[in-house]
Structure formats: structure tokens, C-alpha cells
């Protein structure tokens, strides 16, 4: 009888980056190549840490492992889901969150501004805080371990992804100043809020159907937005002044309908911000500039 192959962690990551090279998967849900998407799913398989001493790159696998290992390799492979579903975690501003298809995976440049807390677009730290159309909860969550002091609230229309959301909130030790509420954008909130950050549905049909397939995992209703995308956005901008403090601000992600966006409304001051590491469709808007943009967005 032969016996099993025997692989240490460094040989399984060359092998499972081989696989996914061959296979012509697309990277998007935290990744963008085969070798960093293999030691997602290796290192979240076997437990390893991310910042691992070299030495646990010679560690055998046993049989068990290297089942575990395969059989989430091929489900990656032959169902297109993305690594973070299939290990049920995910990572936004350096820390961890439960991730699965009741959820949009992390992956906003919003994490950028968070660990530079804002600066320079805060004058000061804010007390209150809310996340938009939250889904897993990352960008509330990682706002108030940024502010200490302040009270965060998560709201979403989807009962599911407050679940997880709430999972999430007790992962980091939060309940004591992070709530969860339930709401069709603002429908059920009570500002004022000195911070609005949002993440919303941004994406048209057209091009929901243009995605590669492993985005057809996540949830629609975290992507789609009638109106070429812009309809939720616009909502949001029309209902945020009333729910900003004096001194408020809001930011907004819109992706790639920004250019939409701000040829709609090219009266609105929209600052379009910049990230070292990448990314693009994020503006912040003070409370008085969406007052006065009211008429505009009338």
C-alpha cells in the first residue's frame, strides 16, 4: 500500500497557488493574485497566524490537514466561492471579522481613514458614530476601537446581517457601546450623528451582471441600486442632513459611480479622497454642504 504524500505548509502554498494560477480564478474578496489567495485559505485552514515565524512554513501536515486543506481548495475552485466565505473570516483594518453569504466581504478603502482616524477631516473625535448599511459591521466596529469614546450604531435593512453584525460586536468586546438597529436607511435611527460613514448599494444591473461569478455570492441586496446605482445614494444624501450634528460629516463610498454621481450633481462640492494603498468613489460632505445642497437634490 503507498503510502500518503507527506507535505510541509511551504509545499501545500506552492501547490494550492498552482492550482488557483490554472484555474483562472478572480481575486477581489481580499486578494489579487494566487499565491497571497493561497495563503489565505492555507493559513485560515490550519489556524496559522498571518505574521507567523518562517520556521512554520516547514511544519508536515497531517492527513486530516491536508483533507481539510483540499477539500476547501476544490470547493474555491469548482464553485467560484470566495476564500473569506469558505473560511467564514475576513480581515478590515487589521482585524478580524466573521464573514459569510448574509454579507458583502470587507473590502473598502474606508479601512485606510479608520486606522488614520480620520485625519485630517475630523476636528475633533466624535461621539457618536453611525455605519450605514452596515452588513458585517467592520467599519462601525473598527470606528470605535479607533474613538474609544464614542457610541456606535450598526444599522441595516437585512435582519441577517445584524446577526452577524452582532456576532461581530462580541467578538471585539463592543456591547457595551455598540448597537445594532434595524432600519431602511435612516427610517428607524435617531441622530444626531458627528459621523456618518456608509458603504451603501452602489452597483447597477448592468453591471451585476457583468461581475465575474464570485461575486454572485455575495448578497444583491448589499450590491444593487436602481437608477444606474445612484438611487441609494441619492436617498442617503438627500435624509443625512437631518440625522448630522452642526458640525457633522458624512463620508460615502460609491465605487465606480462616482463619475455618475458627480456629473448628476455637479453643484455639490463632493471631496473626492485619495489612498496610499489603493481605491477610489469615496467623498465626505459636511453637514452644512449637504444643507445647502438640498435644493440640488431636490
Not at 282 to 297: G, K, N, S
Request: with cysteine; aromatic share 8%.
Amino acid at each position: 500500500m503507498q503510502a500518503a504524500t507527506k507535505e510541509n505548509v511551504e509545499q501545500v502554498l506552492e501547490r494550492v497557488s498552482r492550482q488557483f494560477e490554472q484555474a483562472e480564478l478572480f481575486y477581489g474578496h481580499g486578494t489579487d493574485n494566487p499565491w497571497d489567495e493561497a495563503v489565505y485559505l492555507v493559513f485560515s485552514a490550519l489556524g496559522i497566524p498571518f505574521d507567523c515565524d518562517d520556521n512554520m512554513l516547514q511544519k508536515t501536515l497531517s492527513e486530516d490537514e491536508r483533507t481539510r486543506v483540499n477539500a476547501l481548495v476544490r470547493e474555491r475552485i469548482e464553485s467560484r466561492r470566495p476564500v473569506a466565505y469558505l473560511v467564514r473570516e475576513a480581515w478590515f483594518a487589521g482585524l478580524p471579522f466573521a464573514v459569510d453569504e448574509r454579507v458583502l466581504i470587507p473590502r473598502s478603502p474606508l479601512a485606510e481613514l479608520i486606522l488614520n482616524e480620520f485625519d485630517p477631516l475630523l476636528e475633533r473625535p466624535p461621539a457618536r458614530v453611525l455605519d450605514l448599511c452596515t452588513g458585517s459591521g467592520c467599519i462601525g466596529i473598527a470606528t470605535a476601537l479607533a474613538f474609544p469614546d464614542a457610541e456606535v450604531d450598526l444599522a441595516d435593512i437585512s435582519a441577517e446581517a445584524l446577526i452577524l453584525a452582532r456576532e461581530n460586536i462580541g467578538r471585539h468586546g463592543l456591547e457595551g457601546r455598540v448597537s445594532v438597529h434595524q432600519s431602511d436607511l435612516f427610517a428607524s435611527l435617531d441622530g444626531p450623528y458627528d459621523l456618518i460613514l456608509c458603504n451603501p448599494p452602489y452597483v447597477s444591473q448592468e453591471e451585476i451582471d457583468e461581475l465575474p461569478e464570485e461575486y454572485r455570492h455575495e448578497p444583491a441586496l448589499g450590491l444593487h441600486s436602481e437608477d444606474n446605482g445612484l438611487a441609494i445614494p441619492l436617498q442617503i444624501l438627500r435624509d443625512a442632513p437631518r440625522y448630522l450634528s452642526e458640525d457633522g460629516l458624512l463620508i460615502m463610498e460609491v465605487g465606480y459611480s462616482h463619475e455618475a454621481l458627480a456629473e448628476r450633481l455637479p453643484g455639490v462640492p463632493f471631496l473626492w479622497l485619495e489612498f496610499a494603498h489603493g481605491g477610489e468613489g469615496i467623498f465626505a460632505l459636511t453637514a452644512r454642504q449637504l444643507r445647502d445642497a438640498l435644493p440640488l437634490l431636490a
